[in-house]
């Protein structure tokens, strides 16, 4: 019988890379996209674009939420969710995803300033096999350019666990209660000939080349067919099989004798096949911290040793002029906030961490740091130094097992300490020409 539905047509008779026991959710998602589609296409107004951009809308384009380019603390989250197809520009909820629209964020992402990662987050039982491999590559060969990290909320399943495997390596983090894998290709043949018998029909198909009509669903499927079904199955199911295990980085052999299974958390950080477990807000608030952190270190890596004691010197000797009064007490006031929060007292590296190596607010801190498991924290009898600020200090003797430019492997260094690096961001040190 006819597949009426256009996107489901798309399955019929051809290889895909869907995680069958995910048959219901697959359906269902089907089902919501030509209404989608019928709504995207009767807006016949002249679409607004981005200047310069023949892809993504304008914000204020009722469209631009089906293109979403969304940048949180430094990180372009970028949607993997419901079926995969290929020619599809959109994002569609929880519904579908483009291949096409995936690329675009993608590549936008890799050449945006303003974002320091990429956040691939997934929940798909997978989709069409055409326009997967191609994505994947291409992502694949901008690796290392941003960092990449993964998130399975809740599957990533077939094609998606394609996708979610250009992350970096041990960077693919799954939630407690979802699941990765189903490596597998599968296609199928309907024989319907008793049916249309049944109800009195007989089909006579005219045609030229012996092979012309091999699979239809009308006649029994012949064992040469099967077998050049099948011939086709085993080489995309390579080309997928080595697309994992390069990404990855593991053997094929080891891909292969998953034999297209579906792992929970447990399994796959056991197998290999994820490499942690967590929630998404945890993993994403880690991931902001990273970025960010990472991003301060190579900033201040272009200072000397030498132009870090003539900065400290200087803020020493001068104090706080007036001209960046403003700036550094508001900068100290965070940092003190941060430190001395009920938060931060319970867990007083992390929140030194957070104070001195991110631009978090106070707000935000203290909901990164609640998170977080508290600390032992010792009791000092240790008199505070009198007349300095008591961030500063504490950032001091957190380095002070160092002298300053010595590395820890008791070697000179021309780079700063981290925690010179804290005075100098606390006192407003800036690097000069």
């Not at 593991?250 to 197998?271: C, G, H, I, P, Y």
């Not at 977080?372 to 001091?396: C, D, Q, R, Y």
Request: glycine content about 10%; aromatic content about 8%.
């Amino acid at each position: 019988m006819p597949i009426m539905n256009p996107v489901l047509a798309r399955f019929d008779q051809t290889p895909s890379l869907i995680a069958p026991e995910m048959r219901g959710i697959f359906e269902s998602s089907i089902q919501q996209i030509p209404g989608f589609m019928a709504r995207i296409s009767a807006d016949v107004t002249v679409p607004k674009m981005l200047d310069g951009d023949d892809f993504w809308y304008a914000s204020d384009d009722w469209r631009a939420a089906f293109r979403p380019y969304i940048v949180k603390d430094g990180i372009l989250q970028i949607p993997v969710k419901g079926v995969l197809l290929h020619d599809f520009p959109y994002q569609f909820g929880g519904w579908a995803t483009g291949y096409d629209y995936i690329w675009k964020a993608f590549e936008r992402g890799m050449g945006d300033s303003n974002v320091k990662g990429i956040a691939l987050v997934v929940n798909s039982p997978g989709g069409e096999v055409a326009g997967n491999f191609d994505l994947v590559d291409k992502m694949f060969a901008m690796r290392g350019t941003k960092p990449i990290r993964g998130y399975a909320m809740e599957s990533a399943y077939s094609a998606a666990y394609n996708i979610i495997c250009v992350a970096d390596p041990g960077e693919v983090t799954v939630s407690r209660t979802g699941g990765v894998g189903s490596v597998g290709v599968v296609t199928m043949h309907a024989n319907v000939s008793k049916m249309m018998a049944d109800v009195g029909y007989e089909i006579t198909f005219i045609f030229a080349g012996a092979h012309k009509v091999d699979g239809n669903s009308y006649e029994a499927l012949k064992p040469e067919v099967k077998e050049r079904i099948q011939a086709r199955i085993d080489e995309l199911y390579g080309i997928f099989v080595s697309s994992v295990a390069r990404n990855r980085g593991v053997d094929e052999k080891a891909v292969r004798d998953t034999e297209a299974l579906t792992f929970t958390a447990t399994q796959a950080t056991s197998n290999g096949m994820a490499d942690k477990i967590g929630t998404f807000e945890d993993a994403i608030a880690a991931f902001a911290v990273d970025v960010n952190a990472t991003e301060e270190d190579e900033n201040m890596a272009d200072y000397t040793q030498a132009q870090f004691d003539e900065g400290i010197a200087a803020a020493r000797a001068e104090g706080l002029s007036a001209g960046r009064a403003e700036g550094s007490k508001a900068e100290k006031e965070r940092i003190t906030a941060i430190v001395e929060s009920d938060e931060g007292k319970k867990r007083p590296q992390a929140a030194q961490a957070a104070a001195f190596d991110t631009d978090m607010s106070v707000e935000g801190a203290a909901k990164f740091l609640a998170k977080l498991p508290e600390e032992k924290v010792e009791a000092s009898t240790e008199e505070k130094p009198a007349g300095k600020n008591e961030a500063f200090t504490a950032a001091m003797e957190a380095g002070k097992q160092l002298d300053p430019g010595t590395a820890a492997d008791g070697q000179q260094s021309d780079q700063p300490s981290r925690a010179q690096r804290a005075a100098a961001a606390a006192f407003g040190v800036r690097k000069t020409a």
